[in-house]
């Protein structure tokens, strides 16, 4: 039997738009407060790209920095993984446009699509790559640019989403290092309470999708949030499990940063002290699979993460999916 090749994030890089939309931009917008949107989601301020920046020229950033970081020349890179739920096109896969823009000429590359989860997706798909042996070198990317596809009309969704990206270098490692576990799901029954319901197959583009609104996110919000508290304590408890862990082995728990109110639930429920969670969505929002990487690496440069830390990221998305991976840094 081969044995695995312990497999760790060795570079970290993240991309925000610089074009910053505060709760008071938002109350010019539509009919709401800042009051009101900090007490229900705890969000401040979001960043959005500007008109004709796709999902793509975040990523490109966000994995130069992560390459600069790892000290990896692009050339090296073996894999890109793109986690994104809004591509710039339904193909070719945004990770093909940012193999060629990085000049990463040997890399194979794909998109993934789970939802605000598809960053861990990604993690987990990328280490077992190079755990295998088959690469090295693996980019993984969480990037979504949720504007484009904002209902800015609906106070109850424009509120809460941010552009970004987040990207990482994956390469072996010590054995006992870097990535231990993962725990991923999905549950395709609760499918219809996070979705952008035209432009796919099922219902293409028409003048009467467009003129009923369905290219823009729909969201039963009560039933995501139910959802998204039990998803984020069971995935965590049961990926520390597998590693032979406990709640109380977690230096750092990194949520995917949706709502205040779901961090704090999920925090109350494991146990864990506002010193162990890393919280960052009051300047960003939600950022789809970007909120996770930037977190990290954010993180990282505010030197909450020291060597040997246990480490776990977690998150829940459409689909409806969820995902947490535990790693000792």
Not at 56 to 78: F, I, Q, T, Y
Not at 127 to 139: E, F, K, N, P, R
Not at 192 to 198: D, K, V
Not at 263 to 291: H, I, P, Q, W
Request: aromatic share 6%.
């Amino acid at each position: 039997m081969m044995e695995l090749r312990a497999v760790g994030i060795v570079g970290t890089g993240a991309a925000v738009p610089e074009r910053v939309l505060t709760n008071a931009d938002m109350e010019k917008m539509v009919d709401t407060t800042d009051e009101w949107i900090v007490t229900r989601s705890g969000i401040r301020e979001r960043r959005i790209v500007e008109p004709g920046m796709g999902t793509s020229d975040l990523c490109v950033e966000a994995a130069k920095k992560a390459l600069a970081a790892a000290k990896v020349a692009a050339e090296e890179v073996d894999l890109i993984i793109v986690g994104t739920v809004t591509p710039d096109y339904m193909f070719p896969a945004t990770a093909c446009l940012v193999q060629d823009r990085i000049g990463a000429k040997r890399a194979a590359g794909y998109d993934l699509s789970a939802g605000c989860t598809g960053f861990i997706y990604g993690l987990a798909m990328g280490s077992q790559a190079i755990a295998s042996g088959m690469y090295d070198t693996v980019l993984v990317i969480g990037a979504d640019t949720l504007s484009h596809v904002t209902d800015w009309t609906d106070r109850s969704t424009c509120v809460l989403f941010g552009d970004g990206a987040g990207a990482v270098v994956l390469r072996p490692v010590s054995a006992g290092r870097g990535l231990l576990g993962f725990q991923l799901g999905s549950d395709g029954s609760g499918g219809e309470f996070l979705i952008l319901p035209a432009g796919g197959s099922k219902k293409p583009a028409t003048e009467e999708t467009v003129r009923e609104r369905l290219h823009y996110i729909h969201m039963n919000g009560p039933e995501v949030f139910k959802f998204a508290v039990r998803a984020i304590g069971d995935a965590t408890l049961k990926s520390l499990e597998k590693c032979g862990l406990t709640r109380e082995d977690i230096r750092l728990l990194i949520p995917h940063q949706a709502n205040i109110r779901i961090v704090d639930a999920a925090a109350k429920r494991l146990g864990l002290s506002s010193d162990k969670v890393f919280v960052n969505l009051e300047r960003y929002g939600n950022m789809s699979s970007a909120t996770v990487p930037v977190a990290l690496d954010e993180a990282l440069g505010q030197g909450r993460i020291k060597p040997g830390d246990v480490i776990v990221l977690v998150a829940f998305g459409a689909g409806l999916t969820w995902g947490a991976a535990v790693l000792r840094w």
